[in-house]
Structures are given as structure tokens and as C-alpha cells.
């Protein structure tokens, strides 16, 4: 069984939304660190938020700062990613990435990813 499997994703139109969600199976969900991390067409990984565990502190990149919201549900061990005004340049297969217990960005596992696309 996968890890991390992620839903959500479809086509939308620019200025749209989508409500991803990533279930974690097997693991400690409630003590690790979880990120999004978005692949876009011809491009490299970016990652694009992440939450930590307890307080659930979250943080953004520069590119979604605003129109992004990440949340987390520890008794569904479910993290979320909800995407707000969508731009062509959001279009991108989107993955959830658990950290190391302890750690931000050390990411033991990966989803298998759910793609977006942003068109008219």
C-alpha cells in the first residue's frame, strides 16, 4: 500500500479552484511535517507549501503566497491543499511529501501525484 496517495486534481479554468487531498497510510502522521510540491510541464520540482506537525505552522512559496491554503486533518491523517485563483502557470502534477520526524525538508516518502490543469 502506498504511503501517500493523493486526489483532487482536474482541469479548471484560470481563476478557478480545487481542493487537493493527500491520505497518509501506514505512517505517524500526526508528528511529521508535510509538503506540496508541484511539477509543471518542461519544468523542474517546486515545492509550494508545507505544514508542521502539532500547531500545524505552515508555510508558503512566493508564487502562491495568498492564494494557496494547506491544512491538515490528523484523525483522517489527511493533508490538503486548496488552490485558489488559479493561474495557466499553476498547471502541474502536484505530489505530497512527508518529512523526517524531526525535520522540514527531509522527505522520506512521495505520492504518486494528481494533475492539474488550468485552462479555458
Known amino acids: 500500500e502506498d504511503p501517500l496517495v493523493e486526489s483532487g486534481g482536474g482541469l479548471v479554468p484560470p481563476g478557478g479552484s480545487l481542493r487537493l487531498s493527500c491520505v497518509a497510510s501506514?505512517?505517524?502522521?500526526?508528528?511529521?511535517?508535510m509538503s506540496w510540491v508541484r511539477q509543471g510541464p518542461g519544468r523542474g520540482l517546486e515545492w509550494v507549501a508545507a505544514i508542521g506537525s502539532g500547531v500545524g505552522t505552515t508555510k508558503y512559496a512566493e508564487p502562491v503566497k495568498g492564494r494557496v491554503v494547506i491544512s491538515r486533518d490528523d484523525a483522517k491523517k489527511t493533508v490538503y491543499l486548496e488552490l485558489n485563483s488559479l493561474k495557466t502557470e499553476d498547471a502541474a502534477v502536484y505530489y505530497c511529501?512527508?518529512?523526517?520526524?524531526?525535520?522540514?525538508?527531509?522527505?522520506?516518502?512521495w505520492g504518486q501525484g494528481t494533475r492539474v490543469t488550468v485552462s479555458s
Open positions: 511529501a512527508s518529512a523526517r520526524a524531526g525535520t522540514w525538508w527531509q522527505y522520506d516518502y
Open positions: 501506514g505512517l505517524t502522521f500526526d508528528s511529521l511535517a
